[in-house]
Each structure stands twice: as structure tokens, then as C-alpha cells.
């Protein structure tokens, strides 16, 4: 492969593997809920800014919510 290590982007057409493996990459575990409740906010905010692509640090942000909510504390 030319030396070029593969990387997963998460796009709006993301399924629930690929939002988890995203998640995984910047430390963030995911139930099925989570899951779930990432892969509505990716494809909403990719129609809201009109760019197929979620960059990390959005979505880092977004999971950081996400998960501390889950855990029992205010997001």
C-alpha cells in the first residue's frame, strides 16, 4: 500500500461501525444507545454545515457530551 496507513472518515453516510470505530479512535466507548444517538447527530450536522465530511475535533466535542451525559453528569 505505498506506505499510506488507511484511516476511517466519518461522513454523513457513516454506518454504526464506522461511528464506532471513529469513536474508538479518539478514546470515547459507545452502547447502542450512544450509537445511535452519534450516527443522528453526524448526518445532522453534516446537512446543517452542507459538507459530507465530520471533522474530529466536532465530533470529539460532541461525544464528550455524549458520554459524561451518559455517565451521570451534566453535559
Same mark, same amino acid.
Given at each position: 500500500?505505498?506506505?499510506? %496507513? /488507511? #484511516?476511517?472518515?466519518? $461522513?454523513? =453516510?457513516?454506518?454504526? @461501525?464506522v461511528v464506532t %470505530?471513529?469513536? $474508538? @479512535?479518539?478514546?470515547? $466507548?459507545?452502547? @447502542? !444507545?450512544?450509537t445511535h444517538a452519534?450516527?443522528?447527530?453526524?448526518? !445532522? @450536522?453534516?446537512?446543517? $454545515?452542507? #459538507?459530507?465530511?465530520? !471533522?474530529?475535533?466536532?465530533? %470529539?466535542?460532541? =461525544?464528550? +457530551? =455524549?458520554?459524561?451525559?451518559?455517565? +451521570? +453528569?451534566? /453535559?
Amino acid at each position: 500500500m505505498l506506505g499510506i %496507513a /488507511p #484511516r476511517v472518515v466519518l $461522513t454523513h =453516510l457513516a454506518s454504526a @461501525r464506522v461511528v464506532t %470505530a471513529v469513536a $474508538t @479512535r479518539l478514546d470515547h $466507548t459507545l452502547d @447502542r !444507545e450512544q450509537t445511535h444517538a452519534a450516527m443522528t447527530w453526524v448526518k !445532522e @450536522r453534516a446537512y446543517r $454545515t452542507g #459538507r459530507a465530511v465530520i !471533522e474530529d475535533d466536532a465530533f %470529539a466535542d460532541y =461525544l464528550a +457530551g =455524549l458520554t459524561h451525559h451518559h455517565d +451521570g +453528569g451534566t /453535559p
